[in-house]
């Protein structure tokens, strides 16, 4: 073989294999990019299930939506009317649940949708994960901030319900500081989630004991920190008490500006709900989750995300109620937005339906009259006529037909009748298209009238 046919060979060759790599390469593109094309247009759906009573409750929400709006995600906020769908859980991927209707835990259940806790454990279920602020922190700082205005004395710690999550790490915070200040002694006030009143009781009961030595007061949550600040003011010792909160809030932080509150704990709530959005969509995707702590429960140790604390006193009041404030405010925006968006679209759909039912009608209402003016106008008579006869003529064809259904013969008749009509009926035909009119006049004017009254 030449040498000129065997460089012929081996480019034919080289062309060859260009042209079958191209093809596979291209197949293998195409196929990426409708993967790719696939994967966008796949929505999943998150179901968030707050606490309606948390004072912080639309910060939780702003760090959910914020992230959210990011990515091709729907978040489904379920309030109790959830309770008596059917499925109220239809498409929800993950459950973030912090309080609210207990049911969709059953539904959770029932459907196997992960549920993933915010701040508190829920009962009766075993959560795939928990985000919960540092508790144990947050009670240190609480007493650290109470020790630097109080070193003797009686302090009343308004616990709430011992059986929710974080109180006795709390406890165990306040004990780590306070235990090295032998001079105060600590009054634990419990109650029940449903009876604040059996705490405030308690607390004007020990203040009403205890004259002059109750010296500081440890509220855990802002609605204890509410009451306490109520019964402090009817005893007029909100200026020689000390009262520190254990949950910040934009409330909170403007009786720490007032003066009727020394200190408070932000527990960071737009981030929790940041943080349970992303963990959220980690247990869609099914990926592991980079957390090293847990929280043992009754169902077990559960895997924990703790959010980092810090107290709030007059010395960074200003940074974090500026941030709290901007925050509430941009969530209340993106709220009335939303609510707005619902009801234009809610009114667009609406007026779509009374336009189309409007115009129906006055199709209706056009045909209606153009009979109307038919049956009139062929029911016109002269003025002059004093007489109107009828001519009624009919026809008859009768056919012959044979044992085959062949026409053998054919026979017509004709009749003709000649009727002359009566005065009587001559007048009621004149006057009742003139009657029908006048009736149809008054109705207009009286509907005009009705509706410009």
């Known amino acids: 073989m030449s040498k000129r046919v065997r460089s012929i060979l081996v480019i034919f060759s080289l062309c060859l294999s260009l042209t079958i790599t191209g093809c596979g390469l291209q197949a293998l593109l195409g196929n990426k990019t409708k993967t790719s094309s696939t994967k966008k247009g796949t929505e999943s759906v998150i179901a968030v299930s707050l606490n309606e009573e948390d004072p912080n409750k639309l910060l939780i929400t702003k760090g959910i939506d914020d992230l959210a709006k990011k990515e091709n995600v729907q978040v489904k906020y379920m309030d ?12 929800a991927k993950v459950l973030i649940y912090q309080g609210g209707n ?84 600590v009054q634990n006030i419990v109650s029940s989630p449903d009876s604040e009143s059996v705490a405030k009781q308690g607390l004007v009961d020990f203040l009403q004991k205890n004259p002059d030595k109750v010296q500081g007061i440890l509220a855990y949550t802002e609605k204890l920190a509410v009451l306490a600040n109520e019964v402090l003011k009817q005893a007029q010792l909100d200026k020689k008490i000390v009262l520190i909160g254990g949950q910040a809030s934009v ?23 940041a943080n349970a959005y992303q963990w959220a969509q980690k247990i869609i995707k099914k990926e592991s989750q980079d957390v090293n702590n847990s929280i043992t429960s009754e169902q077990g140790e559960i895997p924990a995300k703790i959010i980092q604390v810090k107290a709030v006193t007059t010395d960074n009041l200003a940074v974090v109620q500026k941030s709290y404030t901007t925050t509430l405010q941009s969530a209340e925006q993106d709220k009335k937005q939303t609510e707005q968006a619902g009801q234009a679209s809610k009114s667009k759909n609406q007026s779509k ?82 009657d029908a009119t006048k009736d149809q006049g008054d109705q207009s004017a009286k509907d005009k009238g009705t509706q410009t009254k």
């Open 251 to 273: 409330s909170s932080l403007e009786r720490i500006s007032s003066g009727a509150q020394v200190g408070d704990i932000d527990t960071s709530p737009y981030l929790q709900g």
């Open 353 to 434: 339906d009374q336009g189309q039912a409007k115009k129906e009608n006055q199709s209706e209402d056009k045909s209606g009259a153009s009979s109307e003016g038919q049956q009139a106008k062929s029911s016109t008579i002269p003025a002059e006529v004093q007489k109107v006869t009828e001519r009624i003529k009919t026809e008859i064809t009768r056919e012959y037909l044979d044992a085959q259904g062949k026409v053998i013969g054919t026979e017509k008749t004709a009749n003709e009748q000649v009727k002359t009509v009566p005065p009587e009926m001559l007048k009621q035909q004149t006057e009742q298209p003139k």
């Open 102 to 185: 207990a049911s969709l835990l059953k539904s959770a259940e029932t459907d196997k949708i992960p549920v993933l806790a915010l701040s508190q454990l829920p009962v009766g279920v075993k959560p795939a994960g928990i985000i919960t602020p540092d508790q144990e922190k947050a009670g240190e700082l609480m007493a650290q901030t109470l020790v630097s205005k109080v070193a003797e004395g009686q302090v009343v710690i308004l616990q709430g319900d011992p059986n929710k999550t974080g109180v006795q790490e709390r406890l165990a915070g306040n004990k780590v500081v306070l235990s090295k200040y032998p001079k105060i002694t």
């Open 80 to 91: 109790q009317s959830a309770a008596g769908k059917e499925s109220p859980l239809k498409g």
